[in-house]
């Protein structure tokens, strides 16, 4: 296989993976801090190379909100209101099982392939920054 074949696979493993575990990664965007939808928009989009959009977004948060694994309030010391997403105590809960399954997934798939390069180990809490 190609050098660029190899780069090619690579991005679509990565981006068919970010859209199948959006809400784990918007929860672990979260447990590093409080943002609201439009900063979760651009992190998705700088991280993963993926565009993400409101519609798919908001309704994901509204989901994880329903389900208590975060919380909200508004923010109106800024020129213009937003609303700001936190992580709550199911949704840190949520989170770490969600982290040793999909290590226990990523154990028991290694021995039959070399994915090191396109799963990340989510042993460590992923610190995505800008």
Known sequence: MTGQKIVDMQKEIQIKIAKKLL?????????????????IITKLRKTFSVYFGPSTVYPLLATLENKNYIAS????????????????SDGHEILGYAENTLNQICQKINPLTDI???????????NIEE
């Open 23 to 39: 809400d784990i990664i918007v929860l672990q965007l979260l447990n590093n801090q409080p943002m609201h939808g439009y900063e």
């Open 73 to 88: 309030h508004w923010d109106t010391e800024n020129d213009r209101p937003r609303k700001i997403y936190v992580l709550t």
């Open 116 to 126: 090191n390069n396109i799963v990340p180990d989510f042993t460590d809490k992923v």
